[in-house]
């Protein structure tokens, strides 16, 4: 590509599109910690799509939708900072040219507000079917129609640049936990000549002229299965390739809890402390208290909205199960206190009826509890880092859901 204007103090001047982009990066996308307190840092992210307050829960919309009828406006009402979307899936369907034509991810789900697409690479490995990795990607089968597809790291940037997301992911592979050590050094070694080519292509796309979201942000992703060092020495040298932020991937994927938090403990020191980091996929209230400890600031799960659409229920009591007789006369809402649309107006005894006659409505109250409950949790989590208070918090927080009504 040739040369992209400028804006600024300087509106005539013209630059190329590497060191325009570079520009942009340290002009524009501003990462600024508030505050710390031991690893934990409460910090905020600008972006072209408006600033991120971090320690947050991304809100995930597989398919750029919340599952069990929960509406974008739905998401404004709950406090709903980032939604997450996947790039395999909407490649897959719709297909990214269609959102591309209708205007980019944000216009065609009308979300104003920052959004994350991840790469593919998780669900090409645990999704697909009959996969072939190569180093210029992975040949797999769509798991909709079974047509063959190809994608490698360019192909990622390309498709996540057409969704327009404000943060694409690199792509990656996300090996098994239970992978032996000599398979996951290949892997981890792969992953980084990955970042290396989504790093330099991200750049092209974002030079383009027709580019929907010239100013997107890469974040690399930290892989290595349980293996510290192997962790360790990968985190060293992505942070070499400059990222907008730094995710930690493939945890949570059998291994136990101080397994992960072991692991979470030892790699964040070596992902650049001034960029955000982003714990792919995690995880339980208890968990993401855990990792913000650990100087974790970006998180994603689909638990709440999963766990929503059976019936299953977070309190600052514990979890609690709605298909559970008790409830059925029970007029008092799903958490006394509680601001989420369901709770303002619903007994505990209509939300399960609803559920028990499979009435969407149902569904859609109990994963906006859910989702207001996480997002929540995050809101308490700044303020405590702002007054310095986080280490009472999440005691406070985890005594407070292990003295629950069904734990
Ligand atoms: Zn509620």
Redesign the pocket.
Known sequence: MGQIPVSGEQPYHYLTAESAAENIRKAEIMYQIIRTEGRAKRAQLETVHGTIQTPVFMNVGTVAAIKGAVSTEDLEKIGTQVVLSNTYHLHVRPGDKIVRQMGGLHRFMSWERPILTDSGGFQVFSLASLRRIKEEGVYFHSHIDGRKIFMGPEESMQIQSNLASTIAMAFDECPSSMADRKYVEESVSRTARWLERCRAELDRLNGLDDTINPKQLLFGINQGAVYADIRIEHAKRISDIPCEGYAIGGLAVGESHEEMYHIIEETVPYLPQDKPTYLMGVGTPANILEAVERGVDFFDCVYPTRNGRHGHLYTNRGKINLFNARYETDAG???EG?G?P??TRYSRAYVRHLLKAKEMLGMRLCVL?NL??YNTMMKEIRDALETGTFAAYKKQKLEGMQTGEEC
Request: charged letters at 10%.
């Open positions: 809402p799903i958490e509680c989420c369901a709770c509890h207001y409950f």
